[in-house]
């Protein structure tokens, strides 16, 4: 089992740029393949970008790529996601998630992740 802790989050003008971190708890980080997803008031949740335990495989939504950067060290038990370019879309809390111990799969569907943190508000301004 694995506890997750979101930070970094706040307001920000469109351009600008925010770092999330999810701080993991627990010796079994390291198996996990970990998601951000994010949640806008009154809309799903959507996926935003996954990495595989190893970090070999990334995966990102379409909306994202090319501004957002997944990345995880194992030794720190931390996954981040750094963001750039943020426009007034990318408001919404996100979530980070563990799932698919030590599995080959990176998924992208909410469904496919066991464990979630509480989220962290990311509001940006026009």
């Known amino acids: 089992q694995v506890q997750l802790v979101e930070s970094g989050g706040g307001l920000v003008q469109a351009g600008g740029s925010l770092r999330l971190s999810c701080a993991a708890s627990?010796?079994?980080?390291?198996?996990?393949?970990m998601g951000w997803f994010r949640q806008a008031p009154g809309k799903e949740r959507e996926f935003v970008a996954a990495i595989s335990w190893s970090g070999g495989t990334i995966h990102y939504a379409d909306s994202v790529k090319g501004r957002f950067t997944i990345s995880r060290d194992n030794a720190k038990n931390t996954v981040w996601l750094q963001m750039n370019g943020l426009n007034p879309e990318d408001t919404a809390v996100y979530y980070c998630?563990?799932?698919?111990?030590?599995?080959?799969?990176?998924?992208?569907?909410?469904?496919?992740?066991?464990?979630w943190g509480q989220g962290t508000q990311v509001t940006v301004s026009s």
């Open positions: 627990g010796r079994t980080f390291g198996g996990y393949n």
């Open positions: 998630a563990a799932g698919g111990y030590y599995s080959s799969a990176v998924g992208i569907g909410p469904n496919e992740y066991a464990y």
